[in-house]
């Protein structure tokens, strides 16, 4: 079984890693978690047994973090029209949550970005009870709430 942590840019996908694994991501699949980037789920071959974690964050929240992360990192346009990148994340999650319960060798949970920030270490509990025990012991630290900054208004 491959355990992977996948959702769209800024959606909790390196939340949940830290907390599935504490902060201990392996090159190894197997018994672990490994992050893949939403539309890269896609690409999976067959042949394998995927449990996916997939992290769901309201869009707003997603658009305004990733606006400020790229603020910070100095290459955020001015005038940009979120509205583009908004349709483009709005396509991709129907594509992927279209194949993810379309492939029987793909078993996913979906997790609200809220829940894992407010109940974390429930989270991980039920996370690894559902993959039958599999996944690593990882941090039993719960996920620093004032990292939420960019909440939908």
């Known amino acids: 079984m491959i355990t992977i942590v996948s959702g769209l840019p800024r959606s909790g996908t390196s939340l949940m890693m830290q907390i599935l694994a504490g902060r201990r991501a392996h090159a190894e699949a197997e018994g672990k978690a490994v992050k893949v980037i939403s539309l890269m789920l896609l690409s999976l071959p067959e042949g394998h047994e995927y449990r996916v974690v997939f992290m769901q964050r309201p869009l707003a929240e997603v658009l305004a973090s990733q606006e400020v992360m790229l603020h910070h990192r100095g290459t955020a346009k001015s005038g940009a029209d979120n509205s583009v990148v908004a349709a483009a994340f709005e396509k991709n999650l129907r594509a992927v949550n279209a194949w ?50 960019n909440r939908s208004r």
């Open 100 to 149: 993810l319960d379309s492939k029987a060798y793909v078993k996913t949970m979906r997790v609200p970005y809220h829940e894992v920030l407010h109940h974390g270490r429930r989270r991980q509990s039920e996370t690894n009870s559902s993959f039958r025990n599999r996944l690593e012991r990882g941090s039993h630290d719960p996920p620093d709430a004032t990292l939420y900054r």
